[in-house]
């Protein structure tokens, strides 16, 4: 089991940067897949990053290529998101989410192969 605690959130303006965190616990985080979704007002969950369980792979939705980046430290057990060029539309609540190993390799964006989540953080970028 793991158990995952965002943290980073803010309010900042556009073209800022933020750094998330995700604290997880458990054993078998550093054999999980991890990933960031986001949930803007009105709108429905949406894949954002994710990276395989040694960190050598990585996949982005389309909308924040060459802006974030996701990493991870498993001596640490932390994930991080990096955010630069932060736009309005970038405002959300942020989730990290932990699951298999194998979920990288087959399909990563899919949320409900995710089996851990945390509680969210938001982030709110102004104009």
């Known amino acids: 089991q793991v158990h995952v605690v965002e943290s980073g959130g803010g309010l900042v303006q556009a073209g800022d940067s933020l750094r998330l965190s995700c604290a997880a616990s458990g054993r078998t985080f550093s054999s999980s897949t991890m990933a960031w979704f986001r949930q803007a007002p009105g709108k429905e969950r949406e894949f954002v990053a994710a990276?395989?369980?040694?960190?050598?792979?990585?996949d982005y939705t389309d909308s924040v290529k060459g802006r974030f980046t996701i990493s991870r430290d498993n001596a640490k057990n932390t994930v991080y998101l990096r955010m630069n060029i932060l736009k309005p539309e970038d405002t959300a609540v942020y989730y990290c989410?932990?699951?298999?190993?194998?979920?990288?390799?087959?399909?990563?964006?899919?949320?409900?192969?995710?089996?851990?989540w945390g509680q969210g953080t938001q982030v709110t970028v102004s104009s």
């Open positions: 989410a932990a699951g298999p190993r194998s979920l990288f390799y087959r399909d990563p964006r899919m949320s409900s192969g995710y089996d851990y």
């Open positions: 990276i395989s369980w040694s960190g050598g792979n990585t």
